[in-house]
């Protein structure tokens, strides 16, 4: 169980005002910090994911008055502003602040959770990337967020990307069936990109079940020999317009030079 899903079962027991919980985000050790993640994101605060998007990004400081700060680059200084309020906060150098640390497992865990909470962002695009996010990084615990923004959809692209990214978490769920998991195969191989292959070579790889183990394997394979024949494609009208080009650019300079008297398009008589 993810630490996300332990702090969401606990629920009224994390209650705390949302200082309190930015503050826990800079203190301990990293085990302590996904705790402190997954009690923001639990919150339900609009303000955790800015905050948590600028944890992951390494922009998250605490100022020497203790003040936790969001500092972007300008120059050879850092604009900052008041991670909870937002207000401006001036400006320092970076020897001025001390970093927020995390390593790679805090980021990917940081990753999916800002992705369960922009599902429901008034933004179509912050929506889509969301699902996106979670399609890459698909974690249980957001299941049931997941299907609350899918059952409020409107938008027929971002429901697809909703589908895709329930399917990618489908795979990776104990609480699964075999047909759950074979249906949610079906529905990441017609995605049918890059992104595809991976989730569906994570299911290869970590699946007991031989029937699912099997049907992820054949999903695979049908996919990058579809992303195969597409870049041959590519290839093939690229070089075509690319000869079309050069092609003209011949026939124009022969025509050009020719009528100028530059040089003789006729044989030469030997």
């Known amino acids: ?30 085990g302590d910090r996904e705790t402190a993640v997954s009690a923001l994101a639990a919150s339900g605060d609009a303000r955790a994911a800015p905050i948590l998007e ?38 320092a150098t970076e020897a001025e602040l001390e970093r927020v640390r995390v390593n790679n497992r805090l980021r990917g865990m940081i990753e999916a959770t800002v992705g369960s909470l922009t599902l429901m962002s008034p933004d179509a ?13 698909p974690d249980p615990a957001a299941l049931g967020a997941l299907d609350a923004a899918i059952a409020a959809e409107k938008d027929p692209r971002v429901k697809t990307a909703f589908n895709e990214a329930r399917a990618a978490i489908v795979l990776v769920s104990d609480a699964a069936t075999k047909q759950q998991k074979l249906d949610a195969l079906e529905i990441v191989r017609e995605r049918g990109n890059a992104d595809a292959v991976s989730v569906l070579q994570a299911a290869v790889n970590s699946s007991p079940d031989p029937e699912v183990k099997a049907a992820a394997t054949t999903a695979a394979a049908t996919v990058r020999q579809s992303l195969a024949a597409w870049e041959a494609a590519q290839n093939v009208w690229y070089g075509i317009s690319l000869g079309s080009v050069l092609l003209l650019a011949a026939i124009g300079l022969a025509i050009t030079f020719g009528t100028m008297g530059v040089i003789n398009m006729r044989m030469a008589r030997w």
Do not use: H
């Open 125 to 137: 695009r912050v929506r889509r990337g969301a699902a996106d996010s979670l399609f890459k990084r």
């Open 1 to 30: 169980m993810s630490a996300l899903a332990a702090v969401l079962i606990a629920g009224a027991s994390l209650a705390a005002d949302l200082p309190a919980l930015v503050t826990n985000l800079t203190t301990g050790s990293f």
């Open 54 to 91: 600028a944890l992951a990004a390494g922009q998250l400081y605490v100022r020497k008055d203790n003040v936790i700060v969001i500092g972007k680059t300008d120059g050879n200084q850092l604009t900052l502003v008041e991670a909870i309020s937002g207000k401006p906060a001036g400006t």
